[in-house]
């Protein structure tokens, strides 16, 4: 058998860079598509934009495999299990595999329902459907993605995930510009860079995580004698409180911005100026909480329990610090960075307003995002999911009401009422890491044995 290769352990800060810059290169990107889509119609901008929320559900799926595997194996890593996770990454693969062909299938089908349900405007249908029915075929790509790039985390191999989001984020925009605006395909044009952009991304991944883990997608699963708990439904099982957690979330936020909307077409652009401007701080945030969340992995399979914790403590006070920071310089240039916008006076207000509020939500988001993925990383996925989503319902939803529609504050409301439920959030989490009681867990690498291959060695801190 051929040996792994070896994993190496980092530091906080190695293993987030790069994921900050793939969130940078990511945005500037979105950016330019819309820009682009755009220039050549709003018709068909509206159109992407449409089947691109039909699609966001399928990618709230596609993570089913990726956050278990990036659990599991970051423990057995730790515990020196290098075959157990070499195994495990290939079990996750072709599982996440599977779920990209049946999300695929499922759009083909569905497709036509589901443009109808979103009250698709008659004009946009036709767009709406055939960029909806190309792009599915990237989705038979997306789960193998996501889940891909959770095992190269896992590994602590995120300057590769770098590389891969500079080749596919400049692909993308460069197809998109070309086959738009010089070739003027239309809506194949807005969907085909997708396609092509996830088939490279397919191939670049494979190779990048034969090289750093020896796993193969195809040929013979690597053996182990007592593997127990490492398989696609324990993956799953990890993974499903976070999809149901986004998704409550996510309906929640809909429910939400309806609020909004009635207060007519400042208060929504005030609302979509400020977010666009705290993304680079939200960016900031959930690199240091993926790269922290990596590292409890890794102790939590070494059994350093108390080291884990005082690891997570450390980030999410350094990651609220900073966030905070961030957030009051965007606020003091705020007129410098909204005149990019050429918003008007009224906009320019609610903005402002909203941008100084997020002085305070953004720390308060810093906390849960790194604690509640450090929880789990340990395996403690169900009662952070239980506080995520009663933070969701029982306080941000009835205060949103309460300062929006009763008290006529605005979008101003609406992030008093997102920080509440951050605070509740965060307090409730923080609790639960410092009682320890994520600690009685037992760790996934239970049962499995740790490799006594020759040559293969954990180095500490390189």
């Not at 220039?39 to 799926?61: C, F, H, K, R, W």
């Not at 009685?440 to 954990?458: K, M, Q």
Request: aromatic share 8%.
């Amino acid at each position: 058998m051929k040996p792994s290769p070896a994993f190496v352990r980092k530091g906080l800060i190695r293993l987030s860079w790069p994921l900050l810059l793939v969130t940078v290169l990511t945005l500037l990107a979105t950016l330019g598509n819309v820009v682009l889509l755009s220039i050549a119609s709003p018709e068909l901008n509206a159109a992407v934009a449409t089947s691109n929320q039909i699609l966001g559900v399928m990618y709230d799926v596609s993570v089913l495999f990726s956050i278990g595997a990036l659990v599991i194996i970051a423990q057995l890593l730790g515990a020196g299990s290098l075959v157990a996770a070499r195994r495990s990454s290939v079990i996750a693969l072709r599982a996440a595999s599977i779920l990209g062909l049946v999300m695929a299938a499922f759009i083909f089908v569905a497709g036509p329902a589901l443009v109808s349900a979103v009250n698709t405007p008659s004009e946009l249908v036709d767009d709406a459907l055939a960029y909806l029915w190309i792009v599915a075929f990237g989705l038979t790509f997306n789960a193998y993605i996501v889940t891909a790039s959770a095992v190269l985390r896992a590994y602590g191999r995120t300057p590769a995930l770098l590389v891969l989001g500079i080749i596919v984020n400049v692909l993308d925009v460069a197809l998109l510009g070309f086959f738009l605006l010089v070739l003027e395909w239309g809506v194949v044009a807005a969907a085909l860079p997708t396609l092509i952009v996830r088939g490279v991304g397919v191939l670049v991944l494979a190779l990048m995580i034969r090289r750093s883990t020896g796993a193969r997608f195809f040929g013979r699963l690597p053996k182990d004698e007592q593997a127990r708990g490492q398989g696609a439904w324990s993956m799953a099982r990890l993974s499903i409180p976070t999809v149901l957690e986004n998704g409550t979330y996510n309906i929640v936020i809909v429910t939400v911005v309806a609020m909004i909307n009635i207060l007519g077409t400042d208060a929504i652009n005030a609302r979509s100026y400020a977010l666009t401007l705290t993304a680079l701080v939200t960016g900031v945030i959930l690199a240091l909480a993926q790269g922290n969340e990596t590292i409890v992995g890794w102790d939590v399979g070494g059994r350093s329990l108390a080291r884990a914790r005082r690891l997570t403590l450390r980030t999410a006070a350094g990651t609220a610090a900073a966030s905070g920071l961030l957030a009051l310089l965007l606020w003091y240039f705020a007129d410098a960075a909204l005149s990019i916008f050429g918003v008007n006076d009224s906009v320019l207000a609610q903005a402002r307003e909203a941008l100084l509020i997020s002085a305070l939500l953004l720390p308060l988001s810093a906390i849960t995002a790194v604690v509640f993925g450090a929880l789990r990383s340990a395996g403690d996925v169900v009662m952070p999911m239980a506080y995520s989503i009663a933070s969701s319902v029982a306080v941000l939803l009835p205060l949103s009401w309460l300062f929006i529609d009763q008290w006529g504050l605005g979008i101003a409301g609406i992030f008093w009422a997102l920080a509440a439920a951050e605070a509740v959030k965060a307090a409730l989490l923080l609790g639960r890491l410092i009682r320890g009681r994520w600690m009685r867990i037992p760790p996934v690498v239970e049962g499995s044995a740790a490799d006594d291959a020759a040559g293969e060695l954990i180095a500490e801190h390189a």
